[in-house]
């Protein structure tokens, strides 16, 4: 479907994540960098490896990384070591992949994250596990294809979503995948033979498969569902002070949430509750200012756009199968924000 050569079915979109991490010997004294709005399933897997994560701040416009950010991090806070690694000089770290997240849907600008990490010779690992089906901008090419490896949730809520918790990643890589495939089921290709100690089971289970392997032809339309659900919100929804999600075209925002921005977000919250309207908030506490990453040292104010993101964003309900009524009702009960 994504056009990859290899496809490993894991466990959960956090397993496909932590093997991609694996495959390429990320562990101690290495360094991860991504952004602090997303999941914190981005970044755990690294921390259990024993990595240290990395952050710099978002684009304001698309929630995806700052590429100008991530340019400006890899000038400024790292070297380049005469053995050709990059170094973080704060941490003392060697920086060993970069995972940028296509996050609620919108492909992140993946061409130019790619061309700084050639440049540095760093791999790319892409978060798509909100971006099933996606096209890559100026391309026809998938979430997830143009990083080394590409990582995908398919929990219940996801554009394509299981019965349960499953995942899978892809690559081109044939030797990658082999060894995914080895981590995943306790790096093991024979029975009771294991060629390694850092594994464990991530092997994804048969009704998951199928349930999958059903759904899976139905992806495009109930993405073009999606984009039409969109179109109405920002129809429906233009002259209210809020900021809406820009549209971009070729079906590069498959819209897993629809997120709009405002300052009075929690009002807003509140009024639509009371008219029987769930919403959700995505993310309310960057990872950086989560007690849990207190030991990285970052501070508030750290990245200004993420913690602001975190203060206004509000998504609004979309699924593939929402009425036209159902979406006007949203519109109405938003009137006079």
């Known amino acids: 479907y994504c056009g990859a050569r290899f496809a490993v079915a894991t466990g959960s979109g956090t397993d496909a994540l932590r093997l991609a991490m694996q495959v390429l010997g990320i562990g101690h ?5 991504s952004v602090p709005n997303t999941f914190v399933a981005t970044i755990t897997p690294a921390v259990t490896l024993g990595a240290t994560p990395l952050f710099v701040d978002i684009d304001p416009n698309t929630s995806n990384m700052d590429v100008d950010a991530l340019a400006n991090f890899l000038a400024n806070q790292c070297e380049v070591a005469p053995n050709g690694d990059v170094r973080h000089l704060a941490t003392d770290t060697r920086v060993a992949a970069i995972v940028p997240v296509h996050l609620y849907g919108r492909t992140a600008p993946i061409d130019k994250i790619q061309q700084l990490a050639s440049h540095y010779n760093l791999p790319v690992i892409e978060d798509a596990c909100q971006a099933h089906g996606a096209t890559l901008p100026s391309s026809d090419s998938r979430a997830g294809t143009k990083g080394v490896i590409g990582g995908f949730s398919f929990y219940p809520g996801k554009n394509l979503g299981a019965f349960g918790d499953a995942g899978a990643l892809i690559t081109d890589d044939p030797d990658f995948a082999e060894k995914a495939r080895m981590m995943r089921d306790h790096y093991s290709s024979e029975r009771y033979v294991h060629e390694g100690a850092r594994s464990w089971n991530s092997r994804l289970d048969v009704l998951q498969a199928e349930v999958l392997r059903l759904k899976l032809p139905k992806l495009d339309s109930w993405n073009q569902r999606r984009v039409e659900i969109a179109d109405r919100y920002r129809q429906g929804l233009h002259d209210l002070p809020i900021k809406l999600p820009s549209p971009t075209g070729n079906m590069g925002h498959v819209y897993h949430l629809f997120v709009i921005e405002l300052d009075d977000r929690d009002q807003l919250q509140q009024k639509l509750s009371d008219a029987g309207i769930a919403t959700g908030l995505h993310y309310p506490v960057p990872i950086h200012l989560q007690p849990g990453f207190a030991y990285l040292g970052y501070k508030s104010g750290s990245f ?18 929402m009425t036209d009524s159902q979406i006007d009702y949203v519109i109405e009960q938003m009137a006079g924000v």
């Not at 004294?29 to 960098?33: A, T």
């Open 29 to 33: 004294g290495d360094s991860i960098v």
């Open 304 to 321: 200004p756009n993420a913690e602001k993101s975190s203060r206004t964003l509000l998504s609004l309900p979309i699924w593939p199968h």
